[in-house]
């Protein structure tokens, strides 16, 4: 198993910036395996209980950019995931693996 997060403070990133970009979803309307790897990702809060939870991710002010996604099948087993919260100014990253 292998895990790497980091929490990011940024000085401005803004709705409009994020809507219009390329490779980035909104976490209220995500691509099946997209949504699967997000939610797999939550399975470490344990580990990394000041990464966002789940239910606070799946907003629609929240942009999730998938770098990769490791699949079995369909089913994840692993993603590197950024996500990006602009009303707070935080871009959150998450490497996981089974």
């Known amino acids: ?8 403070d940024i000085s401005k990133v803004t709705h409009d910036e994020l809507k219009n970009k390329k490779g980035f979803y909104r976490l209220d309307s995500l691509p099946k ?3 699967d790897a ?4 939550n399975g470490w809060q344990y580990q990394i209980p000041w990464f966002p939870k789940l239910e606070d991710l799946q907003k629609e002010d929240v942009y999730v950019y998938p770098w990769s996604i490791y699949c079995n099948g369909i089913d994840p087993i692993g993603a590197e995931l950024i996500f990006v919260i602009p009303n707070e100014n935080k871009v959150y990253y998450i490497e996981t693996k089974m």
Do not use: S
Request: aromatic fraction near 6%; glycine fraction near 6%; hydrophobic fraction near 60%.
């Open 1 to 8: 198993m292998n895990l790497v997060a980091y929490g990011i």
């Open 33 to 35: 395996v997209l949504n």
């Open 38 to 41: 997000v939610e797999m990702t």
